[in-house]
């Protein structure tokens, strides 16, 4: 009998474990996950584990029980496209078809001084050791700078105001504030901000941040007992080493790497590549954004066009639809900003705890659907399509099996 193709998964976050279970489930390849940490880590919670809040990180090996699976936790240190292999810390895994889903990271070189007197708020071991750190910060009314106003940075401020209330909370940023949200949607971010007295500066550039300050390019300085930069996500910088096989291949400026509409890489669709990594423009020729809103369909589409390559079919084009955004404004506020499906925020948002209970079910539903898929061999997650999606992309039907 012809053995079955080896497919290796590079990560097993949102991206790379919705893969593995659309191929798992065809039982048409081996498939071997590589990754770091055996648990799953929610990332998106992590601004939770800050204050301290019981996080679950269920084990991966429990998950991925399949008699085609297989679990490596190793770094991985090496990618070389051309002779098909993997190398990692300890081995070095050849492969048929790879799924680079390595994910990102916070971009720590994108302040001066950040690396070595900022902290970030990146890994669940990491962020729970930060944790303590406020906690004790709180006992003296500490400044706290947050540097960037992206939504980890406002998710994590409120709900350490809301937890720390001593803390004093300031939120810098660069540009204007929430501008990509609807009217409504930025005054409800500036009226929770203002109830959680958190301090926002901006139009405010950071030029340097020093051990106990944050210093600014017009001269101001910020005392800072402790400062959190978030300001961008880099993607993983093993992305570079896909790009070996088609050199005409550049990097966007967050190290993401182009791919084609069905999410392959390069010419030969044996590379493939979902989740934060992958740089892929939507009908409105804006590259999807980061996110796990985008990491699980990509996961699961880069998954099923696998699949159909091991059978020799035509892969399908990626296609997804925004409904809404979902931001937490600490445990009892939150604000859902609805959008179109090329993600324009619309006039309509939701607030209180209405929105606070569709937040968490968004989060319960990213652990629950590859939980859920891999235990059961069951494609139960699907996700919106754009408006003027063709009915082959519907609901992300696929013809897998
Ligand atoms: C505080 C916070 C809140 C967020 N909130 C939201 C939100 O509300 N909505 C939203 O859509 N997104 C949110 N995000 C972003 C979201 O977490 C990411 O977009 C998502 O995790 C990307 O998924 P991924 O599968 O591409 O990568 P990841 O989840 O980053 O997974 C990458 C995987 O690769 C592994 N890995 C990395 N490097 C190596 C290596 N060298 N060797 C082996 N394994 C490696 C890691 O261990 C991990 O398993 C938030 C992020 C943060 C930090």
Same mark, same amino acid.
């Not at 790379?16 to 191929?23: D, E, V």
């Not at 093993?238 to 400026?253: E, M, N, V």
């Given at each position: 009998m012809k053995p079955l193709p080896h497919v290796l998964i590079l990560g097993a976050g949102y991206a790379g474990l919705m893969a593995a279970s659309r191929i798992l489930r065809s039982r048409e390849a081996n498939v071997t996950v590589i990754t770091t940490r055996s648990r799953f880590e929610q990332r998106i919670r992590l601004h939770e584990v800050l204050t301290g809040r019981p996080v679950q990180s269920p084990s991966i090996r429990d998950w991925l029980g399949h008699r085609h699976a297989r679990l490596v936790t190793d770094r991985v240190l090496d990618i070389d496209v051309v002779g098909k292999s993997v190398t990692t810390r300890t081995a070095r895994y050849a492969y048929d078809y790879l799924l680079f889903a390595l994910g990102s990271e916070v971009d720590r070189s994108a302040v001066p001084g950040a690396a070595q007197h900022a902290v970030f708020i990146d890994g669940q071991a990491d962020t729970s050791a930060l944790s303590r750190r406020f906690r004790s910060l709180q006992d003296t009314g500490g400044n706290v700078v947050f540097v960037g106003a992206g939504l980890t940075n406002l998710e994590s401020a409120s709900e350490l105001a809301e937890r720390f209330p001593a803390l004093r909370i300031t939120l810098v940023s660069r540009g204007r504030l929430f501008d990509d949200f609807s009217d409504q949607g930025q005054r409800y971010l500036r009226f929770a901000c203002r109830r959680l007295n958190i301090r926002l500066l901006e139009g405010r550039e950071v030029q340097r941040v020093t051990e106990t300050a944050v210093m600014l390019t017009d001269g101001s300085r910020l005392e800072a007992d402790l400062t959190v930069v978030a300001a961008g996500f880099r993607a993983s910088g093993l992305g570079r080493q896909l790009t070996r096989s088609a050199p005409d291949i550049t990097l966007d400026p967050r190290g993401r790497i182009p791919c084609q +509409? *069905?999410?392959?890489?390069? +010419? *030969?669709?044996?590379v493939w590549i979902a989740g934060d990594a992958c740089h892929l423009a939507a009908d409105n020729q804006r590259p999807y954004r980061m996110g796990c809103v985008l990491a699980l369909p990509m996961g699961a589409h880069a998954g099923e066009n696998i699949v159909r390559t091991i059978r020799g079919r035509e892969t399908r084009d990626f296609r997804f639809g925004f409904m809404f955004r979902c931001i937490s404004l600490g445990r009892r506020d939150a604000l859902i900003q609805w959008t179109g499906r090329d993600d324009t925020p619309l006039a309509k948002v939701t607030t209180g705890h209405r929105a606070v209970r569709i937040k968490e079910w968004v989060c319960r539903l990213t652990c629950l659907a590859p939980k859920w898929e891999l235990k059961t061999g069951l494609r139960l997650y699907r996700w919106p399509q754009p408006r003027n999606a063709d009915v082959h992309a519907e609901g992300g039907q696929y013809d897998a099996g």
């Amino acid at each position: 009998m012809k053995p079955l193709p080896h497919v290796l998964i590079l990560g097993a976050g949102y991206a790379g474990l919705m893969a593995a279970s659309r191929i798992l489930r065809s039982r048409e390849a081996n498939v071997t996950v590589i990754t770091t940490r055996s648990r799953f880590e929610q990332r998106i919670r992590l601004h939770e584990v800050l204050t301290g809040r019981p996080v679950q990180s269920p084990s991966i090996r429990d998950w991925l029980g399949h008699r085609h699976a297989r679990l490596v936790t190793d770094r991985v240190l090496d990618i070389d496209v051309v002779g098909k292999s993997v190398t990692t810390r300890t081995a070095r895994y050849a492969y048929d078809y790879l799924l680079f889903a390595l994910g990102s990271e916070v971009d720590r070189s994108a302040v001066p001084g950040a690396a070595q007197h900022a902290v970030f708020i990146d890994g669940q071991a990491d962020t729970s050791a930060l944790s303590r750190r406020f906690r004790s910060l709180q006992d003296t009314g500490g400044n706290v700078v947050f540097v960037g106003a992206g939504l980890t940075n406002l998710e994590s401020a409120s709900e350490l105001a809301e937890r720390f209330p001593a803390l004093r909370i300031t939120l810098v940023s660069r540009g204007r504030l929430f501008d990509d949200f609807s009217d409504q949607g930025q005054r409800y971010l500036r009226f929770a901000c203002r109830r959680l007295n958190i301090r926002l500066l901006e139009g405010r550039e950071v030029q340097r941040v020093t051990e106990t300050a944050v210093m600014l390019t017009d001269g101001s300085r910020l005392e800072a007992d402790l400062t959190v930069v978030a300001a961008g996500f880099r993607a993983s910088g093993l992305g570079r080493q896909l790009t070996r096989s088609a050199p005409d291949i550049t990097l966007d400026p967050r190290g993401r790497i182009p791919c084609q +509409p *069905d999410l392959s890489v390069g +010419p *030969d669709k044996t590379v493939w590549i979902a989740g934060d990594a992958c740089h892929l423009a939507a009908d409105n020729q804006r590259p999807y954004r980061m996110g796990c809103v985008l990491a699980l369909p990509m996961g699961a589409h880069a998954g099923e066009n696998i699949v159909r390559t091991i059978r020799g079919r035509e892969t399908r084009d990626f296609r997804f639809g925004f409904m809404f955004r979902c931001i937490s404004l600490g445990r009892r506020d939150a604000l859902i900003q609805w959008t179109g499906r090329d993600d324009t925020p619309l006039a309509k948002v939701t607030t209180g705890h209405r929105a606070v209970r569709i937040k968490e079910w968004v989060c319960r539903l990213t652990c629950l659907a590859p939980k859920w898929e891999l235990k059961t061999g069951l494609r139960l997650y699907r996700w919106p399509q754009p408006r003027n999606a063709d009915v082959h992309a519907e609901g992300g039907q696929y013809d897998a099996g």
